[in-house]
C-alpha cells in the first residue's frame, strides 16, 4: 500500500510529475530515468540509503513514475512512496555488485514490459549512474538522451511547505553554531566537538527532528583551513588559530548549510578587515538578490564590493540548496558567478557562499537565503561575523 504518512500531499507529487513530464517533452524524450536520489526523493517521497547499489525512478508517457531497485530495497519503497505497490519494482539479488551480471539488463527487459521503447533520457553527469551503467543500457537501448539536470531545475523554485521544511533545517543549524559558540575552547579536542555538533543537528531544533546532512561537518584549522574541504581530527583547538565550521542542518532530508569562523583569543588584523570586507560583500548581496536580477548581477555585486576592500574570490559565490543526498547538498544548478545568467525567482534558495581563504587560514561567514517577492531573506538566526570567545 502507499505511504500513509508522505511529507507532501497527493497534489504536490501530482504536479510535481506534471513539471517534470512538461520538462521531458520540451527536451523530447518519451521515457526518463531518474538515478539522483534527491530527484528520486523530491518526485516520489522514495528515502533510503540504498543509493550505494543500482536503482531509479522512471517516468513514461503516462501513468504513476515506477520505482526500480534491488529486490529488498523494495520494501523500503513500499514504505515511502506514494505510488501503489504495482509500481515498484525490484530486481534480483544475484545482480547487486556481480561483476558477471548488470542490473541495467533488468531495467530494460522491465521497459520493455511496460512498452516503453521511446527515447530514454538518463541522467549522464551523476554520482550515481556509472559508466558501467551506461556501457550496459546501451547493450539493449543503442542510443540514450542526456538528461542531466532535467529534474533538477524543476525543483528550483520551492513550494510554502518546502520553504517551511528548510526554516525548520535553518533552524537546527542555528543551534548547531550556537552550540559551538557556546562550548568551544582551547584545548579542547576537535573530534569531541564535532560529535557535540552532530548530536545537537540530530536532536534538532523547536520541536523538529534533525535529519543526517548530505556533507559532513567541515571544520579545518590554521593552515589546514586554506583549503576548503577538510574534515576534523583530534587535535586539541588552538588560541589565535581560525578554524571556520562549514556544516548543515537538515529536516526531512531539506539541506540549510552555513558557515562561521571561531577565533580563541585576539583576531589577528588580517581576519578582522577579511571579516570587514564579507560583511559588506554580504549587504551589497542582499540588497541585489531580488526578482529579476541574475545570478551573474549577484555575483558582479559581490565581487565588486570584495575588491574595493583588497580582496578577491576566484570561484563562484554561492549555489542553490533543497532536498539533497550525499555527498553534496547542493542542488547542482544555479551558480552565483559572472557567467550565469539564471533571473533569480521568488521561491529560490540559495547557499550564499562568500569564503575567502587566506596565506595562513581561511575564513567563512555564510548565509543560506531565500529569495522573496520583495528581496533577499536570511533562512537562520544566527549572528553574523567571526566568533570570538576570549
Not at 60 to 70: K, L, T, V, Y
Not at 319 to 341: A, H, K, N
Request: proline share 7%.
Amino acid at each position: 500500500m502507499p505511504n500513509p504518512h508522505p511529507a507532501f500531499t497527493a497534489e504536490d507529487y501530482a504536479h510535481r510529475l506534471l513539471r517534470v513530464r512538461g520538462a521531458m517533452e520540451a527536451a523530447g524524450l518519451d521515457v526518463l530515468l531518474i538515478t539522483d536520489p534527491s530527484n528520486m526523493g523530491w518526485l516520489t517521497g522514495y528515502d533510503g540509503w540504498s543509493f550505494y547499489v543500482h536503482q531509479g525512478v522512471i517516468v513514461g508517457p503516462d501513468g504513476p513514475p515506477r520505482w526500480w531497485g534491488r529486490g529488498m530495497d523494495a520494501a523500503g519503497a513500499v514504505r515511502t512512496v506514494y505510488m501503489p505497490d504495482d509500481c515498484i519494482h525490484g530486481y534480483d539479488d544475484r545482480l547487486v555488485q556481480n561483476p558477471q551480471a548488470h542490473p541495467m539488463g533488468d531495467l530494460a527487459f522491465l521497459l520493455d514490459a511496460l512498452g516503453w521503447t521511446g527515447r530514454l533520457g538518463v541522467e549522464m553527469e551523476n554520482y550515481y549512474f556509472s559508466a558501467a551503467a551506461y556501457r550496459e543500457l546501451l547493450k539493449h537501448r543503442p542510443k540514450l538522451e542526456d538528461a542531466t539536470g532535467l529534474v533538477n531545475w524543476c525543483r528550483a523554485i520551492k513550494s510554502q511547505t518546502e520553504l517551511e521544511f528548510m526554516r525548520r533545517a535553518g533552524a537546527i543549524v542555528t543551534r548547531m553554531h550556537a552550540h559551538i559558540a557556546e562550548t568551544a575552547e582551547a584545548g579542547m579536542r576537535k573530534n569531541d566537538l564535532i560529535a557535540q555538533i552532530m548530536r545537537v543537528g540530530i536532536e534538532g531544533a523547536d520541536g523538529h527532528w534533525g535529519d543526517y546532512p548530505a556533507i559532513v561537518p567541515m571544520a579545518p584549522s590554521g593552515l589546514d583551513a586554506t583549503a576548503p574541504h577538510l574534515t576534523w581530527d583530534d587535535r586539541p583547538l588552538e588560541g589565535g588559530v581560525a578554524t571556520f565550521f562549514e556544516i548543515a542542518g537538515a529536516y526531512r532530508r531539506y539541506q540549510c548549510p552555513q558557515s562561521r569562523t571561531l577565533f580563541l583569543g585576539e583576531v589577528p588584523s588580517t581576519y578582522r578587515r577579511a571579516e570587514e570586507a564579507v560583511q559588506a560583500a554580504t549587504d551589497a548581496v542582499m540588497a541585489t538578490a531580488a526578482p529579476g536580477a541574475t545570478c551573474a548581477d549577484v555575483a558582479r555585486t559581490f565581487n565588486g564590493t570584495l575588491a574595493r576592500y583588497g580582496f578577491q574570490k576566484d570561484s563562484r559565490c554561492g549555489y542553490s540548496i533543497g532536498m539533497s543526498y550525499p555527498p553534496d547538498w547542493g542542488e547542482r544548478t544555479m551558480s552565483l558567478r559572472r557567467s550565469d545568467t539564471t533571473e533569480l525567482q521568488p521561491g529560490m534558495v540559495f547557499h550564499f557562499m562568500p569564503a575567502l581563504w587566506l596565506d595562513d587560514g581561511g575564513i567563512e561567514i555564510t548565509e543560506p537565503i531565500v529569495i522573496t517577492p520583495s528581496g533577499a531573506e536570511r533562512i537562520t538566526n544566527t549572528p553574523q561575523g567571526l566568533v570570538v570567545k576570549p
